[in-house]
């Protein structure tokens, strides 16, 4: 299946979110904030060596750097613009707007989430990606 790189600084939504897509057969990596999820795509410190996720699933606000800070972070590096992302918040339509030109930004869900509909949503995002 699909690697998934789950970016929240909320450890009851990152372990929901690790039982719900490994039961899928994903590989779940974690980071708690952007710029743990910068070290682990090899961004910075640039590392083109890493193997980058088929999904970034993302949490809007988060300590140190937030959801917004890192997806302009990626959308500048040629390697991992084109990486889909699923905007995970609790924050609803204001901080969606703030991605509204984001090409990346495959989708949007509001939390608290139901686990079936976020799977048949990655599903198809992922079928997308491998389509297209």
């Given at each position: 299946m699909a690697t998934i790189l789950v970016v929240d600084d909320e450890a009851e939504i990152v372990t929901l979110l690790r039982f719900v897509l490994e039961r899928d057969?994903?590989?779940i990596l974690e980071a708690s904030n952007g710029q743990v999820a910068l070290e682990r795509l090899g961004v910075d410190p640039p590392m083109l060596d890493v193997a980058l996720p088929d999904l970034i699933i993302?949490?809007?606000?988060?300590?140190i750097m937030d959801g917004y800070a890192l997806n302009n972070r990626l959308q500048k590096e040629d390697r991992t613009k084109s990486i889909p992302i699923l905007v995970l918040t609790a924050k609803g339509q204001r901080m969606?707007?703030?991605f509204e030109l984001a090409p990346n930004v495959a989708a949007y869900v509001q939390k608290p989430f139901d686990p079936k509909m976020l799977?048949?949503?990655?599903?198809?995002?992922l079928a997308a990606k491998k389509a297209g």
């Open positions: 057969g994903h590989t993302l949490d809007i606000m988060m300590p969606r707007d703030l799977r048949e949503l990655i599903t198809g995002i």
